[in-house]
């Protein structure tokens, strides 16, 4: 029935909200806004070891003029699309087995995935950099059965951060779209099948435009965290998998030139909102055309 | 395979089209059966592999990367439990998500009821900005706060790590609450209130006993995000030991370090066990209340 | 409102208590633009099983809530036991809601939410044991009063939300479609169970429901809403027989409207139907002016009360041709057409001849049960 346009009787009184949020709104503002406020300006002054703390662009002007720094931007945004793109070939076909065909085995599985998420992911890197040593398990494995005879350089290259970062975000990418998945009524699969559709077809017109939202939500949750990843690239990246992230806490760290690494930060910032914009975008024309 | 037989048999009787088509149905469903066990395999494999790859180095009396099995020991397990730093860092980290945990889920339950149950203008925006914290990379959060505390001269310690872990973790705790809330059947609020419940009663008796479930799973999430958050915790502790950095400065080497693989072992092993203990405890609460498990888990935080 | 409806308020009360359980006076309900309730104005009676009827969006559910307290009427008074009661909250209201959802606390026994009202009123324990028991025994479910919701089909949960809303005594007992989500067998049982409990415990109930059937099976006195308005306030039998509209003749079982205009209003209206002029038992109520000649009506027959024959009988007749014969099992249905093909539709014994699609036939009335309605206004 119609009438659920108003509750007034449920209503609380807007005091009440003033109240009951404040506290929450004020950390917020305090510790977060604050903060970041504080950053931009950071950003905006000759804050070096030797600066004089007056306002300038300097600090953008280095960042974006550097071809150095350019060339990490890029390399960053290659080492993360990739993770990215890895991840949904992996993901997919998981998601829709658990939403599909895992039966009694889905709660266990799902259980098992969130679990991943509460593992300690320095203890994961610090396996993985075990897994990609020279003289590590993947190497041997490879050697063992005559795929190579030299053992292979992957920690400390760009691949070693690609497969760290996608191994590390692998079940915030699961879960999306299996939850979107879920939404499917099974009776559609069936429908389509019964109208002739073999699987490529159900796969093209209906799954994956279903799944659409899932991708979205996967890639909100798992791009900007990868893109600013700083613990990854430090310890399994090297010299070649060098990432942004490393670069800000360089600065910070071991330089001391705040002005240039805040004025970084807010390039990771730009870069990720611009590159969740850019997917939202791409999703939608998909979308639009399906 | 009854299936496979029974249809065989009729098929061999009489009607080779009939056969064959059988046989390519019955092949396709084999060629995808396969090949999600392999995915499946090869996504447990690179889930747990690394962690159980630890686990075997950790049993392993070697001093040096060794994959054959040189005979079981515990002594790395002793040498890791003696290591004062390590034990430190062990307690730090337990201290400030013990810190941090409620005072998010209570910050992050009285965001979650002023979004989801008010109506005043401007909602969406403070909605919104209470979620930037989760959005924002935490790099940012991390060197904001180090800058920020150095001009104030407020000299980091495990109380500004707590700080900013509970900036972002409250958040993350009005996400799980929130969901729930709007899961909520407001109908049982005008039943509570139909049947007599003053405001403070209906929140009371039936809201926060709805809610239970949900604020477990956001304690613990957030318990496990504070224990193992790196970036936020880097930036913003200061001469103490906090667990994750204490593993980051033992990493750059990459090399095998037996004690590490002993003490990520234990760690691992302690997570698992909870997870699990506080899975079956959520689920029971979840059926006795009449919902769906799966909604806590797969709707939980993705951060 | 009908005069029809008038009388009847004036008998009920003279029989009962002065004042009625509720009363809502020209009550405006407006939602932003849309007025989703139309200066309503009606009384129930103590005691009184009172329905509102009518389809989706006529507003019913939202008179239902301005009675229970979620809404706030824009204009008009609400009264309870005569007393004034518009801005009174719902948790201080003598009036109890059975959701069409149950809307039972799911984290709570059986027994629990039944007490949830009187633990709120602060009983004594004893008391509350005592009422929540009995409310139990009233719906039969003593037995199942551990377990948890969940645990239970959607029939007993529903009786458990009639238990928990009767365990406070109200005042008027407030039903918004409680049997809506049941399937039909266990809602047409669960009809009769609800008028046994309604009888026993001598409440008023309003109750709210968009089956015509489910409406007169159970009620005292109906109000048909459309459109917000209130139609037709009345007896089942009133608003069957003696629909003052057009819409509460279209709504209300089937009826034949056979398009005529009117020749004579009055206590024997009669309507020129094509050639012939033929008498009715009565006629509702025509809106605005004075009725004159030649209006457009329509004669309302009712299906079961046509008779239908091979030869030309004597008297006022419509000739009519067979269309469909459908085998209903307690009759025949025949789908008849009337002159310029006008469908009528006819109910016959089920041993009535052998009617085949295509025979030629005539159709006859009584004049007694045949009725006028005016047709909107166009």
């Known amino acids: 029935m119609s009438a659920r346009v108003s509750s007034s009787g449920v209503a609380f009184g807007r005091r009440t909200a003033a109240a009951v949020l404040a506290s929450p709104v004020l950390t917020l503002l305090v510790f977060f806004a604050g903060p970041l406020i504080y950053l931009t300006w950071v950003s905006f002054t000759r804050a070096d070891i030797v600066g004089d703390g007056s306002f300038t662009f300097d600090n953008y002007a280095e960042v974006l003029g550097e071809p150095i720094y350019r060339s990490i931007f890029l390399d960053t945004i290659v080492i993360t699309v990739t993770a990215m793109l890895i991840l949904f070939l992996v993901a997919f076909p998981i998601a829709s087995f658990l939403a599909f065909r895992a039966g009694k085995w889905e709660i266990p599985m799902l259980l098992a995935l969130v679990l991943t998420d509460e593992l300690n992911p320095l203890i994961r890197l610090y396996a993985w950099q075990i897994v990609m040593n020279k003289e590590g398990v993947l190497n041997r494995f490879l050697q063992a059965i005559g795929l190579i005879d030299e053992p292979l350089t992957i920690l400390f290259t760009k691949t070693a951060v690609v497969v760290v970062l996608a191994t590390g975000s692998l079940a915030f990418v699961v879960i999306p779209i299996y939850a979107a998945l879920k939404t499917v009524n099974r009776t559609l699969i069936e429908a389509a099948r019964d109208l002739?559709?073999?699987?490529?077809?159900?796969?093209?017109?209906?799954?994956?435009?279903?799944?659409?939202?899932?991708?979205?939500?996967?890639?909100?949750?798992?791009?900007?965290?990868?893109?600013?990843?700083?613990?990854?690239p430090a310890v399994v990246g090297g010299r070649e998998g060098y990432m942004i992230a490393s670069l800000i806490e360089e600065e910070f760290n071991a330089r001391g030139d705040w002005g240039v690494g805040s004025a970084l930060s807010f390039v990771v910032l730009a870069i990720s909102a611009l590159m969740v914009w850019v997917s939202i975008k791409i999703s939608k024309v998909g979308r639009l055309q399906a | 395979m009854e299936q496979a037989a029974t249809g065989g048999a009729r098929a061999g009787s009489a009607r080779p089209v009939v056969r064959q088509v059988f046989w390519t149905i019955h092949r396709r469903e084999l060629v995808t059966r396969i090949a999600s066990a392999a995915m499946l395999a090869f996504g447990a494999l690179i889930l747990f592999g690394p962690f159980l790859l630890l686990a075997f180095l950790s049993f392993n009396d070697s001093q040096i990367l060794a994959f054959g099995f040189q005979g079981f020991t515990t002594r790395f397990y002793e040498e890791a439990l003696r290591d004062a730093a390590m034990r430190e860092s062990l307690r730090n980290s337990l201290i400030v998500a013990g810190l941090t945990t409620p005072i998010c889920v209570a910050l992050g339950t009285l965001g979650a009821f002023g979004i989801a149950?008010?109506?005043?203008?401007?909602?969406?925006?403070?909605?919104?900005?209470?979620?930037?914290?989760?959005?924002?990379?935490?790099?940012?959060?991390?060197?904001?706060?180090?800058?920020?505390?150095?001009?104030?001269?407020?000299?980091?310690?495990?109380?500004?790590?707590?700080?900013?872990?509970?900036?972002?973790?409250?958040?993350?705790?009005?996400?799980?609450?929130?969901?729930?809330?709007?899961?909520?059947?407001?109908?049982?609020?005008?039943?509570?209130?139909?049947?007599?419940?003053?405001?403070?009663?209906?929140?009371?008796?039936?809201?926060l006993p709805y809610l239970v479930p949900a604020l477990a799973a956001a304690a613990i999430f957030v318990f496990g995000w504070s224990f193992n958050s790196f970036t936020v915790t880097f930036f913003t502790v200061g001469s103490e030991r906090m667990f994750t950095v204490w593993v980051f400065s033992k990493l750059r080497r990459g090399t095998n370090l037996p004690t590490v693989n002993a003490i990520s072992t234990l760690v691992t092993f302690v997570t698992v066990v909870v997870v699990y203990i506080a899975y079956y405890l959520l689920r029971r609460s979840a059926v006795r209340s009449g919902q769906d498990v799966r909604s806590l888990v797969a709707g939980g935080p993705q951060q | 409102m009908s005069t029809v409806g008038e009388r009847d308020r004036a008998e009920v009360s003279a029989r009962g208590p002065a004042t009625p359980a509720l009363e809502l006076d020209r009550v405006t309900k407006r939602f932003d633009d849309v007025i989703a309730v139309d200066d309503v104005s009606l009384a129930v009676e103590r005691g009184e099983f009172f329905s509102l009827l009518g389809p989706s969006g006529c507003g019913k559910t939202t008179t239902l809530r301005m009675l229970a307290g979620f809404e706030e009427p824009s204009e008009g008074r609400l009264l309870l036991d005569g007393?004034?009661?518009?801005?009174?909250?719902?948790?201080?209201?003598?009036?109890?809601?059975?959701?069409?959802?149950?809307?039972?606390?799911?984290?709570?026994?059986?027994?629990?939410?039944?007490?949830?009202?009187?633990?709120?009123?602060?009983?004594?324990?004893?008391?509350?044991d005592r009422r929540v028991r009995e409310a139990l025994h009233t719906v039969q479910m003593d037995a199942l009063a551990d377990r948890m919701p969940a645990q239970l089909s959607g029939g007993q949960q529903q009786r458990v939300g009639l238990a928990r809303a009767l365990v406070n005594d109200p005042l008027v007992l407030l039903l918004d479609e409680p049997l809506g989500a049941l399937d039909l067998k266990l809602r047409k049982e669960m009809q009769i169970e609800l008028k046994r409990i309604q009888r026993e415990v001598g409440i008023s109930f309003v109750y709210v429901t968009h089956d015509q059937e489910e409406a007169m099976t159970m009620s005292d006195r109906i109000a048909v809403m459309s459109h917000g308005r209130v139609e037709q306030l009345g007896t089942p039998r009133e608003i069957y027989f003696h629909p003052t509209t057009r819409f509460v003749a279209d709504f209300i079982g089937t009826a034949n409207l056979l398009p005529a205009a009117l020749v004579r209003a009055g206590k024997r209206p009669q309507v020129r139907i094509g050639e012939i002029v033929a008498e009715a038992g009565s006629i509702g109520s025509l809106p605005g002016r004075e009725a004159v000649e030649g209006d457009p009506v329509s004669l309302m027959v009712r299906p079961e009360t046509l008779r239908v024959v091979r030869e030309r009988p004597e008297g006022i007749t419509l000739p009519v041709v067979v269309g469909e014969v459908i085998f209903q099992g307690t009759g025949i249905r025949l789908d008849l057409q009337g002159p310029g093909k006008a469908p009528i539709v006819a109910l016959v014994p089920a041993e009535a001849a052998d009617w085949r699609p295509g025979d030629r036939a005539y159709v006859q009335w009584d004049p007694d049960r045949a009725h006028v309605v005016a047709d909107p206004a166009s």
């Open chain 3, 83 to 128: 007393v004034e009661a518009t801005q009174i909250p719902p948790f201080k209201r003598p009036t109890n809601l059975v959701f069409q959802n149950y809307a039972l606390f799911p984290h709570m026994s059986v027994y629990r939410n039944v007490a949830f009202g009187p633990r709120r009123a602060k009983l004594p324990k004893p008391e509350i």
């Open chain 2, 117 to 207: 149950r008010f109506v005043f203008p401007g909602r969406g925006l403070v909605a919104g900005s209470l979620t930037l914290p989760l959005v924002v990379p935490s790099l940012l959060v991390g060197v904001g706060a180090l800058v920020t505390f150095s001009k104030i001269d407020v000299p980091l310690s495990l109380y500004t790590v707590a700080v900013m872990h509970i900036v972002v973790g409250f958040p993350l705790v009005m996400a799980i609450v929130t969901a729930a809330l709007y899961r909520f059947d407001r109908s049982l609020e005008e039943a509570a209130l139909d049947l007599g419940a003053t405001r403070r009663e209906l929140v009371w008796y039936v809201l």
């Open chain 1, 196 to 232: 002739g559709a073999g699987w490529p077809t159900i796969l093209r017109e209906v799954l994956l435009p279903l799944a659409a939202t899932g991708f979205i939500a996967a890639i909100l949750i798992v791009f900007v965290p990868m893109l600013s990843d700083f613990a990854s």
